[in-house]
Structure formats: C-alpha cells, structure tokens
C-alpha cells in the first residue's frame, strides 16, 4: 500500500467495513489516525501505516452534493494544505469552490462501470463469484445462529439460552452463577463471541486470578477463534516499546490480564483503566469482597473498570460464598441503581421464598390462599397487575394473567434478569459419584504434638518438620501404595498447603518412584500450565497432579476420575470446588473420591459431619451453603467437647435443616432460578440453526471456488480433514488468515470437538468472513466484459448483468443490519431496459460466455457506452422502486418488534424503573425509522457486459 497522508478534514471510507460509510479525519497523531463516521455515529482509531481506508476524490464531470443537498458537477480540482478542493457548478449555474469536508455524497458514474469504459475488466467468471459472495454475505448477516454457529462447542441447550438471552441485549450485564462446571466460561465465550461478531462490541477486557490466566488464553482462542492477548508486565513493557506509547492497552482489542497483576502493578491499572472497553469479564467473582464501607481492592478495582464498561460478565459458582453483603456488591456493580441498599436487599431476599412460592403456584396455575392474594397485592401494586389478579379472582384459569403476574413478580423482587443459575439437577447426563472413606491411625508423631485447635488437627503436617511427618503420616504411605497399585489411572490430589503438596510431590516422585508434578501458587504461571499440561498427557503424563488448594478452582481435570482428598478444607465451597474440578461437561466416567483421615481426630469429624450431614461428596446442594454457615459454629463447639452423642444429633439436624431447605428451593426460589436460567423451548429454533449450519454443504462448495480463484490448494486429508495451505499461484501472495504452511481443517463439528488442533470451519471463521470480505471490499469481479454466444439472440445484441447492493448505512446498536442488511440484488437488462433476471441465472450465462479479443476491446467500448448508460438508467428506475419496497418492509419490520419490547417492558418490570427503559426504547425507535428513511440506499457494486455473438 502507497503511504497514505492523513490531514483533519479530509474523507475517507473504510474498504473493510463499507457500511460504517464516509467517515472525516478528526485527528491526526504521529501513528494514529481518528475518524468521525456520521452515518454509524462512531469514532475509530486507526494505525496510519496499514488503516484499511480509500481517499473520497472526484474527478471532473461527476456529480457530487452538498451537506444541504444541492448538486453540482465538478469542473476542476486542486489540492491545498492535503485538503481536496472542487471547483464545481449547480444545476442553475452558480460555480462555487467546495471543500471536502464540506462534500457529502456523490451521483458520479458508478466506479464498476468507470473501471469497465476505461478498458479494466476480469474474467467473465469472477463476477459470478461476487454475485454469490454478497448473496451468502447477506444470508449470513440475517442467520439466527450468527456469532452462535463458530464456537467449538457442544450445542448445550442451557448455555445456549443463556448466550442468547444476554446478547440480545445492547448492555449485557449479568451474573454467570452456574454450579460448578457446567460451563460459565463456555457462556461468556459464546456471548462475547456473538457480541463481537455482531459488532455491539469491540473492545473487551477479561480480568481473572493469576491461576486461570492461561486456561481461559486457550479456551478463548481454541473454542472461539478470538485472539485475546495476555498483558503481563513483559509484555506491557514490550508494546510500549513498539509502539512508542504509554499505554499498551489502548493497542489490543482483547485483553486478558491477572487480577494480581493489575492490583501490585499501579501504573498499569491506571492504563488499563483510560483504556476504554466495551465488555468486562471477570471470573470468580466471589472473590470480590465486600462490607459496607469496606470494599477489598478487588472490588474497588472492578468497580471502576464496570462504571466504564458498558456490559459487564461476573463469573462465579458461589455466588453467596463471601457472605450476602458480598453477593449484593456484586449485584450493585451490575446494576447500581437497582441494588443500592443493602438492608433492603436482605429485606427482600429473607421474603423471596414467599413470594418464589406464590410465584410457583401461579405458574402451576394452582390457587392462591386469600393471604397470598392479599400478599400479591401488595406486591405488584401498580394499576395493571392490580387489574390482572383480579381477573385471577375471577378466573382461576387465566394463564395469561397468571404467567404475566408470576413473571412480574420474579423480575421485580428476586435477583430478576441479572443472575443465571443451572444446577447438575436441572441437566441430565452428569456421571455418579463414589466416596472412599480410609480410616488410618494418627502417627505417634502427631499424638505427641497434642494438637487440639480445629485447623491444627486437620492439618497436623504443618508443626513437624517436612522429613519428619512425610516419614511418619499414615496417608503418605496409604497414597504411594493406590498409585502404585493403579499404574495405568491418573490421580488428582488436592492439599491444603502448598507445602504439604510440594513435599508430597517431591516424596512421591523422588522416593516413590510415581510420575507425577506439582501445582501450587508459589509456581510461575507457565510453570504452573506446563505441570498441569503434563497432567493432562494421554502418552507419557503425570500419573498424579498433587494440587495446593489453587488447583481447586476453575481448572479443567474432567479427563481424570480419580481425586483424592489428602486433607478436607474447612469450607463445604471449597469442597464443592474441589469436586468440581472432575465432576464437569466432559467427564465420561462415575468418579471416585477417596478421602484418607487420621481416625479419632477433627479429620474424622469434619469428614463424618461432611459426608452423613451433608452427603456432600455424592451430591451438589445449594442448600449446602447456608446450612453450613448456619451451623459451623454449633460443629466446632460440638467437636471440641468431644461428645459424640451431640455430633450424631448435629448430624440429624443438619440433615433435618438440607431436607426443608430443599424442598422450599425446589419448590421456591430455585425452581424460578432455574426456569429463567434453563429456558424454555424458545433456544430450540437457535439449537437447530445452529445444527443447520453444520450441515450446511454451500459454505464447502463457496470456499472451495474462492480457493480456486485465489490459488489456494485444498487437499482431503480423511473424509473429514482438509489441508488449506498457499498454493503456488496464489493471487497477491496473500489470502486472509492463511498461514505461510496453511492449516489442517475440518467443516465438522464433531470432528472439531475431539480434535482441538485443527480449525473448524464455519460460516462465523474469521478466514470465511475475511475471504468474502476482501472479494467484496477489493472490488473483484465487479467490472467483466464478454461475448455470449447464443445462435437465438441476433448478433451484437447488448446484454447488461447489474449486481445493486440495497443497505442502510446505521450505528452498529440499532442492529438495523438483520432487517436491512447489505442486500444484493441482480437484474438483468436487455437492451429495452426489461429485466429478465428471472428467466436466466448467472450461472447459465456463464455456460455461454466467452473472452473479448484484445484488439476487440477499444472499438467495442466506445461504441457500448451510450447504450449501457441507458440501460443503467433503466435499472436505476428498477432499483428506485425495490429499494423502496424493502426499506418498507424493514421498516415495518423495526416497528413491530420495538412496539413488542415496549409491551414486554410494560408487562414486566416496575412501573418506575421501566420509564427510562421505555423512553430508551422510544428513542431508538424513532432514530432507527428516520435512518431507515434518510440512510438507505441503492449502489451499483458489479457490472457485467455480454455482447452476442453467433
Ligand atoms: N458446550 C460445551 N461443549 C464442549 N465442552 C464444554 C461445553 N460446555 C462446557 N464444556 C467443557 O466443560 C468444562 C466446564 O466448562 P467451564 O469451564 O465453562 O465451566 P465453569 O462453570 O466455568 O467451571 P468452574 O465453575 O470450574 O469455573 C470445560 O472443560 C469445558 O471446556
């Protein structure tokens, strides 16, 4: 590309992106270049040295207009301080000196047909390759499963209702809270995928703990296809340097970084922070503390970062474990204004299981006692829930009324649209969980230490030397001996202390004899990865993973069955965790638990307590929370009077307390939960869209046309795998995202879904939506001129092949683009000026086409130019009255499904907290009708000239 000189003032359009229009510098800085689109009403950065822009020049005799809407034909043109200037006359005469800037469009002869007279045409077979290419671009743009369809995941009903609830929404800001494992990750990948594809995103930061850094890299850039970049310090340091700035962040689109890191490191989090985002993702959430008045600097920091997002993700299983002061800070930063005060969020959530009662009965269409009508009442007392329990009161059966009352009472005084929760109950196919429990006999080394605190017992390790106790512990020599005894099966170990898994490890591997690594915080990250990557080998891993308590928490060890819980951690979330990390989406096998402990000792009693208390290790409870928190105080004061008749009876209650809990959370707040969060049946038709696009054979057929005309070789590896790589005539030496030794691919999923390290190709893969963007950005086929040999058609008869492209310029949040997207439409123009595209298609043309001799070429162009330009002019007519059908349609289209949001937004929230969404909704409404009407255009994009011959 020839160097481009940027001056504020001047205008130029996005080759890549036509639909953001004609844009205006505004800026220009040493690298950089910013750009006012009005159309779209953005503001875009771009690096001067390789912005994909195209300069706005005329040339003398087009037409060109004013910001007032008066046309003039240029006369002449000069340049003056890098500023275009037209000498240019109106229609009445007048000639006037018109800056650029102060140009807005242009009727000047359309640049296909320029191209053509000027002798620069293709081969006559190119343009129905750009026919076809704008046909898919447009099916794709309007696809229910864009942005859903090229994720490498398993279409899962639950995940997919969630993505697509929130991505509905311009400013998704929600809580992931599904129970461990279930796939919260997998649900901020498919949203911020969508989102990105859609375009209501371009910037987004994901902030995670130090240990998750590298998963949640391979998991955005293997399952999604979305080149996140890790900023750590080293490479803070290097992009500052290459870039010559000081802000590093403004340079990356996606942004991973530590929380850590961000938190000891100021001056990045400043730069972090003036860096604008249009999505924050944070995973586990949970630890974000909070107390009134006293926010931990985790939370201070997201909280900054979430006032400047515009959608915010919070990712956590636990979402209560901080406490409900913690849960509501987190609630508070998703929507401040609805949760501002604390008192009166516990006021209602100790209420919710009323009214999730009242709730359940009227979605089971169950009558309600007069005290819960007298309740409901009270509850939604606005004029129109008023009016429909009193159709309830007469009509027991009124579904409508009490679905639409049930709805409202969710939304208005549970946790509403902003928290997501499924529980293994709620999804089937999740495998059986067994526990081992082996009672071994405390050392006297231990007995001698006369431990008595609570921690001390559970772990006696921590007050003897490392030799001494990894020689004398029961557990260590009971753990050497099930390895050796099950050679061929991995283990996951959990600890407590790093300590005690380093010296285990070391014990383990060195003495033992046992293949197998450590996982701790005191390792770097890629220390870290690389233990858990070994780990996770099939030839030549680790047999064992001996894990510090960090192990427990966001990694993904379904490929292993066996966990072994060399201590048990004071916390029944901490156990969940630890469970979770094999019991996930993936894991094919029942699991095996096995907890050794030191017989008469708290190890034993908190074991007991856990397993027939809770019956924590077979089964996931929400229940199990609260009941623990309830009674952890009762357990350390039973336990440490060493009654064990007390114990049992404790037991009996904690049972006793998780029945009731269960059955009012089945039937009550999680059983709402759980309907918002599982969906109903409206994610099947986006499940089989998604299904569809597996099998959809055009998107093989297109690629390999394009590989064929760019030159690029596709070679069948199996049925399945293809090897896409540059073939030696590849046109220009480049084709978009084609590595220099190409890639193994496959178009299918299932394929994809056990082999991560090849590409799956879908109609969302970047290289698929660059390829159709570079034929139709660079123009390709869209000036061709040919002869048609057709012995029916009298000789040298003109035939004129038009591609229009029907679009309405608008910003990305309207989402105007799936009721008017860039939408192509083919005419074929006879000589009269009829259109006869319905009789014959391009690709029959095709069959009958043939090259224009090179000494043919000048005497026939100067001899087609007036007739082409009446036909042109025929075909304009043609597209004026199209464009205006179906910009009526579109607008009819925007108008009935906003004046439905407006009535589900009626229906259900607050009367008072409803009115700015309303108003939001008005407004988009009406700017959207009058860019419909103002914005939308026809343009000539492809020309194809045939001549006849006999
Ligand atoms: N739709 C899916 N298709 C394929 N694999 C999936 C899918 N959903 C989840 N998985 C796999 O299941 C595992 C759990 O998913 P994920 O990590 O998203 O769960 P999570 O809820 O974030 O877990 P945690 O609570 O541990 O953070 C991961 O290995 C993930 O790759």
């Avoid at 526990?435 to 609570?454: E, H, I, M």
């Avoid at 952890?632 to 006793?656: C, G, R």
């Avoid at 073939?727 to 082999?755: C, I, K, M, Q, W």
Wanted: hydrophobic share 40%; charged share 25%.
């Amino acid at each position: 590309m020839s160097e481009q000189v940027f001056h504020v003032g001047q205008r130029w359009s996005n080759t890549a992106e036509t639909d953001l229009g004609i844009g205006i510098v505004t800026q220009v800085d040493e690298r950089i270049v910013t750009l006012f689109f009005p159309n779209t009403e953005e503001l875009r950065n771009y690096a001067q040295a390789n912005a994909p822009l195209t300069r706005l020049e005329f040339h003398p005799r087009d037409m060109i207009e004013t910001d007032d809407g008066t046309n003039y034909r240029v006369l002449t043109r000069h340049e003056e301080e890098g500023l275009y200037f037209y000498e240019a006359q109106s229609d009445d005469g007048e000639v006037k000196i018109l800056c650029e800037s102060q140009v807005q469009g242009s009727s000047s002869m359309p640049e296909p047909l320029k191209r053509l007279l000027q002798g620069h045409f293709e081969h006559y077979k190119t343009f129905g390759m750009r026919v076809k290419t704008w046909q898919l671009h447009s099916q794709y743009d309007q696809h229910p499963a864009k942005g859903f369809m090229g994720p490498r995941v398993d279409p899962i009903p639950h995940q997919f209702h969630i993505a697509q609830t929130v991505a509905k929404h311009s400013q998704a800001r929600v809580m992931l809270a599904d129970e461990v494992g279930l796939g919260k990750t997998i649900e901020a990948g498919l949203i911020a995928h969508q989102l990105l594809i859609s375009g209501k995103v371009n910037r987004i930061i994901i902030l995670v703990p130090d240990s998750l850094v590298h998963q949640w890299l391979v998991e955005m850039r293997r399952r999604f296809n979305m080149p996140v970049r890790v900023l750590d310090n080293d490479q803070c340091e290097a992009l500052c340097e290459q870039q010559d700035t000081d802000n590093p962040f403004m340079y990356e689109q996606l942004v991973l970084c530590s929380i850590q890191f961000l938190l000891s490191n100021q001056r990045w989090a400043e730069a972090a922070m003036d860096s604008p985002w249009d999505l924050l993702i944070v995973d586990e959430a949970h630890h974000l503390a909070w107390q009134p008045d006293a926010p931990s600097p985790a939370y201070s920091m997201v909280e900054e970062f979430s006032l400047k997002a515009k959608s915010l993700l919070l990712l956590t299983a636990t979402p209560e474990k901080e406490g409900p002061e913690s849960h509501f800070a987190q609630l508070h930063l998703l929507d401040p204004l609805r949760y501002q005060d604390l008192p009166r969020f516990m006021e209602q959530q100790a209420k919710f299981n009323d009214i999730a009662l009242i709730a359940e009965h009227l979605i089971d269409h169950e009558s309600l006692t007069a005290d819960q009508l007298n309740q409901l009442k009270q509850l939604l007392n606005d004029a129109s829930s008023l009016s429909l329990i009193e159709q309830l009161e007469h009509n027991k059966a009124d579904s409508h009324a009490a679905t639409t009352l049930a709805t409202r009472l969710l939304d208005r005084h549970g946790t509403g649209r902003a928290l997501f929760r499924n529980t293994r109950a709620s999804i089937s196919g999740f495998p059986q969980r067994e526990l081992t429990r082996v009672r071994l006999k405390s050392p006297q080394a231990y007995q001698d230490l006369a431990l008595s605190g609570f921690e001390d017992q559970l772990y006696p390790e921590t007050h003897l030397p490392e030799a001494e106790w990894i020689a004398q512990d029961t557990r260590v020599e009971w753990l050497l001996d099930i390895l050796k005894k099950n050679r061929s099966s991995k283990f996951l170990v959990i600890c407590h202390h790093k300590n005690t898994a380093c010296a285990l490890q070391a014990h383990l591997h060195f003495k033992g004899g046992i293949q197998c690594s450590a996982f701790h915080e005191d390792l770097s990250l890629i220390e870290r990865d690389r233990s858990a990557a070994w780990f996770a080998s099939e030839e030549d891993g680790a047999q064992a993973l001996i894990c510090s308590e960090i192990g427990s928490e966001g990694r993904n060890f379904q490929f292993c069955h066996n966990l072994v819980m060399f201590d048990l951690p004071a916390s029944i979330d901490l156990l969940e965790q630890r469970i979770g990390r094999l019991d996930r989406i993936g894991q094919k096998n029942d699991i095996q638990i096995y907890t050794p402990y030191l017989a008469e000792t708290h190890q034993q009693n908190l074991l007991t307590w856990y397993d027939e208390g809770f019956n924590a290790f077979i089964k996931t409870e929400s229940s199990h929370s609260v009941v623990f928190e309830n009674l952890n105080q009762e357990f350390k004061a039973v336990i440490s009077q060493d009654d064990e008749a007390a114990l049992d009876a404790l037991i009996d209650t904690t049972q006793q307390r998780i029945a009731e809990l269960h059955e009012r959370f089945v039937h009550g707040r999680n059983r709402l939960l759980e309907i918002h969060s599982r969906g109903d049946d409206s994610v099947e038709p986006l499940i089989e869209a998604v299904i569809g696009s597996d099998n959809d054979p055009h998107l093989k057929d297109y690629m390999e046309g394009v590989f064929n005309t760019y030159g690029v070789d596709e070679e069948d590896l199996s049925d399945d795998i293809v090897l896409i790589r540059p073939g030696t005539s590849l046109e220009h030496s480049s084709f978009p995202n084609l590595p220099e030794d190409g890639f193994s691919a496959t178009y299918d999923r299932a394929v994809a879904l056990g082999r991560e390290d090849i590409e799956f190709i879908s109609w969302d893969h970047p290289m698929v939506r660059n390829a159709m963007d570079m034929i139709i950005t660079s123009g390709k086929g869209s000036s061709v001129m040919s002869l048609l040999k057709n012995k029916q058609i009298k000789e040298g008869t003109l035939l004129l092949e038009a591609l229009f492209i029907v679009e309405c310029p608008a910003p990305a949040e309207l989402q105007l683009g799936q009721l008017l997207p860039a939408t192509p439409v083919r005419l074929l123009l006879d000589q009269a000026g009829r259109d006869i595209s319905a009789a014959v298609t391009t690709d029959a043309l095709d069959k009958q086409l043939k090259r224009v001799k090179g000494d043919l070429i000048t005497p026939m162009l100067k001899e087609i130019q007036d007739p082409v330009l009446a036909m042109l002019g025929k075909g304009n007519e043609l597209m004026e009255a199209r464009k205006q059908d179906m910009v009526e349609k579109a607008q009819a289209a925007f108008q009935s499904y906003w004046e439905s949001e407006k009535q589900r937004l009626q229906a259900l929230g607050n009367p008072a907290d409803n009115a700015k969404a309303l108003q939001d909704v008005d407004k988009r409404l009406q700017k959207g009708q009058e860019l419909l009407a103002k914005n939308s255009q026809y343009r000539l994009d492809g020309i194809r000239i045939m001549i006849t011959i006999s």
